[in-house]
């Protein structure tokens, strides 16, 4: 069965320090792997995808599909990075289960001043 | 463009009772999912509807039922409340069901059953 595990239920660096969420999945296919945020008193939206590569407010993953992994990192954290970020994973493609996303328990960053 | 709504925001319920959570959408989107939040568990998956006129069971279905009632709106029933089903509860949608594409979220509804 698809699984994804975020080990961190919480995570509390200080501001300028980097850091570093992690996520691993376990899934037979072709994955694709999203991290999602939700910031106090808003609404959970997207982050970043693997398949996009991009870097969204300073922060990259890397899909590491030989130790399933898909680690969130950002080498300098500001205090507006404190929430709650969730990993998910979908079956790539379309049809049957695919495009069902698949969430970890989360991990809440905490950025101190 | 106000995205996906919900209504209510905060709703009590007596175990036994019944009650509907409403979402409606505004992207023109064809996907539409109900997920619960519950502490320590992060998001599951309670139905979803691919496009208009079809629904199909999540991950923890049990306990409820949907309605894909037009492109825009997609309720969620709950026909007899048990405290287990206290949760956050959140719509999303997407354009198609295609993983490459993103699930917009609602802000939530937080329901308690006593």
């Known amino acids: 069965a698809q699984r994804v595990t975020q080990p961190e239920k919480l995570l509390s660096v200080f501001k300028g320090a980097p850091v570093e969420l992690k996520c691993n999945y376990s899934?037979?296919?072709?994955?694709?792997l999203f991290w999602y945020v939700q910031y106090s008193r808003q609404r959970l939206q997207l982050l970043l995808r693997?398949?996009s590569r991009e870097s969204i407010k300073g922060f990259t993953a890397d899909l590491n599909k030989g130790e399933t992994s898909f680690h969130l990192k950002k080498p300098f954290a500001q205090e507006e990075d404190s929430a709650m970020y969730y990993c998910?994973?979908?079956?790539?493609?379309?049809?049957?289960?695919?495009?069902?996303?698949?969430f970890g328990k989360g991990t809440k960053l905490s950025v101190k001043p | 463009n106000a995205g996906v709504t919900q209504t209510p925001k905060f709703q009590v319920l007596k175990t036994g009772q019944s009650m509907t959570l409403q979402c409606a959408q505004d992207?023109?989107?064809?996907?539409m999912y109900w997920y619960r939040q519950d502490p320590g568990m992060g998001l599951r998956l309670i139905y979803y509807?691919?496009?208009?006129?079809?629904?199909d069971k999540g991950e923890v279905p049990n306990g409820y039922n949907v309605s894909r009632l037009n492109k825009r709106e997609f309720s969620l029933r709950l026909e007899s409340a048990a405290p287990s089903q206290t949760s956050v509860y959140f719509c999303?949608?997407?354009?198609?069901?295609?993983?490459?594409?993103?699930?917009?979220f609602g802000p939530g509804t937080r329901l308690t059953v006593t």
């Open positions: 999303a949608s997407s354009l198609n069901r295609d993983s490459s594409y993103e699930q917009y």
């Open positions: 899934y037979s296919g072709s994955p694709e």
């Open positions: 693997h398949i």
């Open positions: 998910a994973l979908s079956e790539a493609g379309y049809g049957g289960s695919q495009g069902n996303l698949i």
């Open positions: 992207m023109n989107h064809n996907s």
């Open positions: 509807s691919a496009s208009e006129g079809t629904t």
